[in-house]
């Protein structure tokens, strides 16, 4: 099947409206995440790239890696199942395969093989020497790395900048391996702000990885942020978790809580305290991955 038969649709996704959401500003909200239940957001468009890369090498099994939590494994397994390929995902932490998350239920039943290794193994994953091996062990496998962090799926991700309208004057996403709001800055105009928040602690430590990867002309008009991280990555507590409720209750949709939710969180307060100048027009993107819940 070729890569244009698509299994999500653009035709889904739209810009909605948050009035009131930060006073005095308009602000809206790009839902990337209406694209696919489980390969939804910017997963798709990091492994669209990838995906026919694999099929013009007539490769039959997508490998990936990722945690327990990973959205990125479960869109790959989905997208996999649906062009009729298999696929493989090495998941970090051995602890992993005694009590299955959702996400890993998830990605069996699309019939995912999982291959569980303790950490210190898994971080070989990019050594080339490990990749090769594996390459050996599955010679139909195309190896795509832990979030789709290559090439293809940086490409891949620019393409969320055609649905970016150029009256927005800030731009913000959430931000894991960085791989998205690369994508993302190397193919907006220039003079959108790229504002990428870290769900991390010390987050800030992607910096001089994406400023590696932009091209020459933008490396300017961005900033990252990991100061709304509620403890670390994966970490909730009950403030956020209200503000999730709240943010459904007022909007209608979900947010989820790895990502979004602090984004959203972290956009109020900068506006809060006076960091958008008044005129100021922001479009956040919702990154999906409530596939897991
Ligand atoms: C994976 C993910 C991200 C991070 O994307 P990167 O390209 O790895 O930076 C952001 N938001 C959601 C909802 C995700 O699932």
């Not at 996400?103 to 303790?118: A, H, P």
């Not at 409720?245 to 909007?251: D, L, V, W």
């Given at each position: 099947m070729a890569i244009t038969d698509s299994l999500v649709s653009s035709g889904n996704v739209y810009i909605q409206e948050l009035p009131g959401f930060l006073p005095g500003l308009d602000c809206a909200m790009l839902r990337l995440d209406l694209l696919h239940p489980q390969v939804s957001g910017n997963k798709w468009y990091k492994l669209k790239h990838n995906i026919s890369a694999a099929q013009q090498q007539g490769k039959t099994m997508l490998l990936s890696f990722g945690g327990a939590y990973s959205n990125?494994?479960?869109?790959?397994?989905?997208?996999?199942a649906h062009y009729g390929m298999s696929s493989r995902g090495i998941v970090r932490g051995l602890y992993a395969e005694r009590a299955l998350t959702p996400?890993?239920?998830?990605?069996?039943?699309?019939?995912?093989?999982?291959?569980?290794?303790?950490r210190q193994a898994y971080d070989q994953k990019t050594d080339p020497g490990?990749?090769?091996?594996?390459?050996?062990r599955y010679p139909d496998a195309f190896i795509i790395p832990e979030g789709g962090a290559n090439a293809a799926g940086r490409a891949g991700a620019g393409e969320i900048a055609e649905l970016v309208p150029s009256v927005f004057t800030h731009i913000a996403v959430s931000v894991g391996t960085g791989t998205t709001f690369i994508g993302l800055r190397n193919a907006l105009p220039s003079g959108q702000q790229l504002l990428g928040f870290v769900p991390m602690k010390g987050g800030r430590y992607l910096e001089p990885e994406i400023r590696a990867c932009l091209l020459p002309g933008k490396q300017v008009h961005w900033s990252l942020?990991?100061?709304w991280h509620f403890g670390g990555f994966g970490k909730t507590d009950p403030e956020l978790l209200s503000y999730l409720?709240?943010?459904?209750?007022?909007?209608g949709f979900r947010l989820d809580k790895v990502y979004t939710a602090k984004m959203m969180y972290?956009?109020?307060r900068i506006a809060g305290s006076g960091g958008f100048p008044s005129g100021s027009r922001i479009l956040a993107i919702h990154t999906?991955?409530?596939g897991g819940n």
């Open positions: 990125h494994l479960l869109a790959l397994a989905a997208a996999a996400v890993l239920q998830q990605c069996r039943e699309y019939g995912m093989q999982l291959e569980f290794l303790e490990y990749t090769a091996q594996l390459s050996s942020t990991d100061d409720h709240s943010f459904e209750q007022q909007y972290g956009l109020q999906g991955g409530l």
